[in-house]
């Protein structure tokens, strides 16, 4: 059984699972579409949506298969994802600059630059916006770190959203205010040696 959680009346998640390793997916029920953020891998996802009868819109924050693997395993109406998820999924459609969409909740995909990974995109659902992995660190010589160049775009754009919430997957928490998440990056940025290209930490 996936664990389901209710955040308000439009938008839930499945929690995400380390074993399989498997990302959260958000849930968005619009008048016309469900949007699914991110389609994890655990095999017991697609069972759990496909019980949901009103026609399924995928955003796909980025390409890692925690968050992908179960893509061929269901039907959408559209895929969105970043030009460098495309790549991998080979299908969908990528998303160039913010889609902005009322259905009947505020629907807003966005590029989301990411030191975690490339070509990753957010969704933003009303008061909430679902990140993805995108405000994580990556590895670069068996360390973890940012890239600063890239990290100070992020939170350019971060700051920019309307959502009040900032929902992080792989977090037990999961849902974060806004200014907290923007905190955290800044302080981050603000360790950056202006010499160096990648900020490390930890
Ligand atoms: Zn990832």
Not at 20 to 45: H, K, N, R, T
Request: hydrophobic letters at 40%.
């Amino acid at each position: 059984m996936m664990e389901i959680v209710k955040i308000n009346d439009r938008i839930s998640y499945i929690k995400a699972t380390e074993k399989p390793l498997s990302a959260d997916v958000g849930i968005v029920c619009g008048d016309e579409f469900v949007w699914i953020f991110d389609v994890g891998a655990d095999e017991l996802v697609p069972m759990e949506l496909k019980r949901i009868e009103k026609p399924k819109n995928a955003v796909i924050s980025h390409f890692h298969p925690d968050h992908t693997a179960n893509l061929d395993k269901m039907d959408f109406s559209e895929i969105f994802l970043g030009a460098n998820t495309f790549k991998y999924a080979k299908k969908g459609k990528t998303v160039e600059k913010d889609i902005f969409i009322d259905d009947g909740i505020k629907i807003h995909i966005f590029l989301l630059p990411s030191s975690h990974a490339k070509g990753s995109i957010g969704l933003e659902a009303g008061e909430y916006a679902f990140l993805g992995d995108a405000a994580y660190a990556t590895m670069k010589q068996g360390k973890v770190c940012y890239n600063a160049s890239v990290l100070k775009e992020e939170i350019t754009v971060l700051k920019s959203l309307s959502a009040k919430y900032f929902l992080l997957s792989h977090d037990e928490k999961f849902i974060y205010p806004k200014d907290e998440v923007i905190k955290n990056l800044e302080e981050i940025y603000s360790k950056r040696d202006p010499k160096e290209s990648y900020i490390f930490i930890g």
